[in-house]
Nanobody, 120 residues
Framework: QVQPVESGGGSVQEGGSLKLSCVASGNIFFNRCGMGWFRQLPGKERELVAWITNVGERTYADSMNGRFTISQQIAKDTVYLHMNNLKIDDTGVYFC?????????????WGQGTQVTVSS
């Protein structure tokens, strides 16, 4: 059973920074093709923030505008999201996803989510 576990969420003032971490437990070595971050803002659908492949190719949602950076430690099954210049509109629940290859590389396992709250 693959279980991503997020940490690092919390409350921060607008303009501040947070670093989210996600460790994926379970046997993921052979099937994992990437890891990533999604978020769900209040009243909205879950959306992609960024994801990174096993070989380090990064994809970001356009709306992140260069404020977020995704990184990973493959050997530790860990992915990070560095968030800078946070805005009130970034408030929401951030979810980690483990991507598996089953014909295409796509998110298969989800964490429980970690709350990020940005205030003025």
């Amino acid at each position: 059973q693959v279980q991503p576990v997020e940490s690092g969420g919390g409350s921060v003032q607008e303009g501040g920074s947070l670093k989210l971490s996600c460790v994926a437990s379970g046997n993921i070595f052979f099937n994992r093709c990437g890891m990533g971050w999604f978020r769900q803002l209040p009243g909205k659908e879950r959306e992609l923030v960024a994801w990174i492949t096993n070989v380090g190719e990064r994809t970001y949602a356009d709306s992140m505008n260069g404020r977020f950076t995704i990184s990973q430690q493959i050997a530790k099954d860990t992915v990070y999201l560095h968030m800078n210049n946070l805005k009130i509109d970034d408030t929401g629940v951030y979810f980690c996803a483990v991507y598996f290859f089953d014909g295409q590389c796509r998110p298969n396992y989800w964490g429980q989510g970690t709350q990020v709250t940005v205030s003025s």
